[in-house]
C-alpha cells in the first residue's frame, strides 16, 4: 500500500516502515520515523531497532503500519499488515555493523489497552520474503530459531587482528552463544614472497560461512557491495613482514576462486578485478604505502621504495632547547607506512622496527649549531610508539628506547633532550698514564678514540696533557685512571670538549698530575671544573671552589676558565706539597710516597731534600 490515506476521507494513515534505515526517514506525507537502537537487547550478541510510528492526536489520522521496506525494496509475508498494526522492531547480529542481515521483525497488533506481537522471519539470507513465525509476548523462541538455522548462526564478522587461535562466530573473543561456531586462524605463510605474511580464517568446522565485513583493532571493516550472499570456506588475509604490530592489512583475498581480492577504499573493502594471482605482489608493494625514510634529509625528496613516486616532506620544528625536530610526512598528513630507514649515502639503518599508519616520522638532530647529527627518532600511531636512539660509536645503529626514558610524544622535551646529550656524548675512561709521544698520539676507550696532545701549559714552570675525543666529539667522562689505580672525586656526568691534566715541568715522566680542569660543552654554553690532587694519604680528588658569590664580579665567574694569575698559586702550592716530597712516585691516588722500611728491629732510612731541611729549621728556631 503506497497512497498516503485508503480515500479522501478515512482517517487512517498507513506507514512505510524501511527496517534497513537507521538514522530517521521523511515521508512525502508528512510524517517522520526515527528509530530508537537499543544495543545488548535481548542480550548482548544482539541489536534492535525501534521504528515507532507516529503518535495518534485529538482529531488528526490514525497511523497504522502499511508496508515494510528493506532499503527501499518492500517485503512479501505480511499479510493482513494493514489491520491495525503498528510499532515495528527488527532485530540484528550485533555485529551487524551496517544492518545487512536482518534477522527477526515483531509487530505490535492493536492499541495500547490490547496488545500482541507477531513475529516474522526471513526465508533466507538476503531474501525478500518472510513468513509468520508466531503470536507470542516475548522474543526468546524467534531467536531461538535463527540461532539454531544452519545458515543464520554461521553468519560471520572476521577479526583480522588474530594471527593464530580460534575466536567466537561476532569478531570477539568468546560468545555466549553459537558457541559451535568458531574461526579458526592459520599461518602465517610468506606468500606470495618473504615480504608478506598470509594468515588464513575459516570456520573450525571445516563448513561454508557467510561474511558480513571485518574487524581490526575494535574497528570494524565493512564491505562496499555486502558478499553476504555468497557461502565462502576461507578468507586470507595479507600484512606485509615488516608490519611487525599487524597493523595495516592490505588485501583481502575470499576463497570462492583464485582471482577474488578486495582492497581497502578508504575504511571499506572493494573488490579490485585487476588484481590477479600472478600480479599480486605488485599489487602488495602498491597498496603497503611502504616508504623509505632518508633521516639525513632536511628538505623534500623522493621516495626511493620501488615503485614509489611520492615526494616524501621535511618540514623543521626549530625550539629553544638546542636541537633541530625534522618531521618527515606526507602531503597533507597522510598516514603512510615505512620500509627502511637510510642514512646518508643511502646506508641502511639497523635496529629500527618498521611503523605502519603513522603520518609523521620525527629525526631529532643534535646540537643545533656546530656540527648537529641525527641521534633520535620517534614516531607513534594509534596502536602504538616508538623511540629510537643511535648506539655509541655506530653511525648506522639503532636501539629502542624503552621504560622511563621513552618521550611520551614528540614534544615531551625533557626526555628528548636528555636522549640526546646522552647519545651525542661517548662514554670513556681517562688514562692519565697515557702520554704523547713521537709514536703515540691516543689510545682507545671503549669504541672511542681518544687523542693526547702534550705542551706548555699558560702557567710558567708547567706543562699540560690535553684529552680529546676524535674529530672534537664530545665525551662524558665514566672514571679516570692512572696505572691501572682509579681516581676517586673526578666526577662530572656532563658532555666534554677536553680533559686536562697539569704536571710540573720538573715531573718529566709525567708521573705525579697536580690538577685536573675539564672543559664542559653544555648546549651553546662552555664552562669550566677544576679537581686538584690530594694530600697526604687522603683518597678523594677534590673540586676547586670558586670565590663565594658575594666576592663575584659575575654570576659566571666560577665556571670560567682560570687564567694565569688565577693558577700559578694553586699549581705552585700544589707542587710544593708533592714534588718536593720524597722523589719515589707512590700510590697516586692517596699521594704515598716512597721510603725504605724494614719491619722486627726497625731501620728506615729518610731522604730529606733541602727546602724540607730549610723548613724543618726555621720550625725550630
Given amino acids: 500500500m503506497t497512497d498516503c490515506t485508503t480515500n479522501r476521507y478515512s482517517s487512517f494513515l498507513y506507514v512505510v516502515v524501511d527496517i534497513f534505515n537507521k538514522n530517521g526517514y521523511n515521508h512525502k506525507c508528512g510524517y517522520t520515523i526515527k528509530p530508537k537502537v537499543k544495543l545488548g537487547d535481548p542480550r548482548k550478541e544482539f541489536k534492535t531497532y525501534i ?170 571493516i565493512n564491505f562496499k557491495d555486502s558478499v553476504i550472499q555468497t557461502p565462502y570456506y576461507h578468507a586470507h588475509v595479507y600484512y606485509a613482514t615488516t608490519d611487525g604490530d599487524y597493523a595495516k592489512p592490505l588485501i583481502l583475498e575470499l576463497g570462492i576462486s583464485s582471482d577474488t581480492y578486495y582492497r581497502l577504499d578508504g575504511e571499506k573493502w572493494v573488490k579490485d578485478t585487476s588484481i590477479k594471482s600472478g600480479n599480486l605482489e605488485t599489487h602488495l608493494q602498491n597498496f603497503s604505502g611502504a616508504h623509505i625514510i632518508e633521516i639525513s634529509q632536511k628538505g623534500q625528496y623522493n621516495c626511493s621504495s620501488p615503485g614509489c613516486s611520492q615526494n616524501i616532506q621535511v618540514t623543521p620544528e626549530d625550539n629553544t632547547y638546542n636541537y633541530t625536530r625534522q618531521r618527515h610526512h606526507l602531503q597533507g598528513n597522510r598516514p603512510f607506512s615505512v620500509s627502511s630507514f637510510i642514512g646518508s649515502n643511502s646506508t ?117 696533557i690535553t684529552h680529546t675525543a676524535k674529530d672534537n666529539e664530545r665525551f662524558r667522562v665514566t672514571q679516570v685512571e692512572h696505572n691501572g689505580t682509579q681516581l676517586t672525586g673526578i666526577d662530572s656526568d656532563k658532555p666534554l670538549g677536553s680533559f686536562s691534566v697539569f704536571y710540573a715541568n720538573s715531573d718529566t715522566k709525567h708521573e705525579k698530575p697536580l690538577l685536573v680542569g675539564l672543559e664542559i660543552k653544555e648546549d651553546t654554553k662552555t664552562t669550566h671544573e677544576y679537581y686538584k690532587r690530594p694530600d697526604g694519604n687522603a683518597p678523594t680528588w677534590t673540586k676547586i671552589e670558586r670565590k663565594e658569590k658575594e666576592e663575584k664580579e659575575t654570576e659566571d665567574e666560577d665556571t670560567t676558565e682560570l687564567n694565569e694569575d688565577t693558577l700559578k698559586p694553586i699549581l705552585d702550592e700544589l707542587k710544593s706539597v708533592h714534588i718536593s716530597e720524597s722523589s719515589n712516585v707512590g700510590t697516586i691516588a692517596g699521594g704515598v710516597t716512597g721510603g725504605l722500611g724494614v719491619t722486627g728491629g726497625l731501620v728506615g732510612v729518610t731522604i730529606w731534600k733541602w727546602p724540607s731541611i730549610m723548613s724543618f729549621l726555621i720550625t725550630r728556631l
Fill in 51 to 220: 521504528h515507532s510510528l507516529p503518535a495518534w492526536g485529538f482529531n488528526e489520522l490514525f497511523y497504522y503500519v502499511g508496508r515494510i521496506d528493506y532499503n527501499k525494496s518492500e517485503q512479501n509475508g505480511f499479510r493482513h499488515i494493514t489491520s491495525c498494526h503498528t510499532d515495528v522492531v527488527v532485530y540484528y547480529w550485533g555485529h551487524d555493523e551496517d544492518n545487512l542481515c536482518p534477522l527477526l521483525i515483531r509487530l505490535t497488533r492493536g492499541s495500547w489497552f490490547s496488545y500482541y506481537y507477531e513475529y516474522y522471519i526471513p526465508t533466507g539470507i538476503g531474501s525478500n520474503e518472510w513468513k509468520k513465525y508466531g503470536i507470542a509476548k516475548n522474543v526468546y523462541s524467534g531467536l531461538t530459531k535463527i540461532v539454531n538455522d544452519d545458515v543464520f548462526k554461521k553468519v560471520v564478522t572476521l577479526n583480522l587482528s588474530k594471527t593464530s587461535g580460534t575466536y567466537a562466530f561476532d569478531g570477539t573473543d568468546n560468545s555466549s552463544i553459537n558457541t559451535g561456531v568458531r574461526i579458526q586462524v592459520t599461518g602465517p605463510e610468506n606468500k606470495p614472497s618473504a615480504d608478506y605474511k598470509k594468515f588464513t580464517h575459516r570456520l573450525e568446522s571445516g563448513e561454508s560461512m557467510r561474511i558480513l565485513g571485518t574487524k581490526h583493532n575494535n574497528e570494524f
Fill in 348 to 464: 641502511v639503518q639497523t635496529g629500527l622496527s618498521s611503523p605502519t599508519n603513522v603520518t609523521e616520522v620525527n629525526v631529532f638532530w643534535y646540537p643545533k649549531d656546530n656540527i648537529p647529527k641525527p641521534l633520535l627518532i620517534f614516531y607513534g600511531s594509534r596502536v602504538t610508539r616508538k623511540c629510537f636512539k643511535k648506539v655509541r660509536g655506530n653511525d648506522n645503529t639503532w636501539e629502542e628506547a624503552l621504560g622511563d626514558d621513552k618521550p611520551k610524544s614528540a614534544d615531551d622535551h625533557d626526555k628528548i633532550k636528555k636522549l640526546l646529550t646522552e647519545k651525542e656524548s661517548t662514554q670513556v675512561t681517562i688514562k692519565l698514564d697515557q702520554v704523547s709521544s713521537s709514536s703515540e698520539t691516543s689510545y682507545t676507550s671503549g669504541n672511542a678514540t681518544i687523542e693526547i696532545k702534550t705542551g706548555a701549559a699558560d702557567v710558567s714552570g708547567f706543562s699540560q
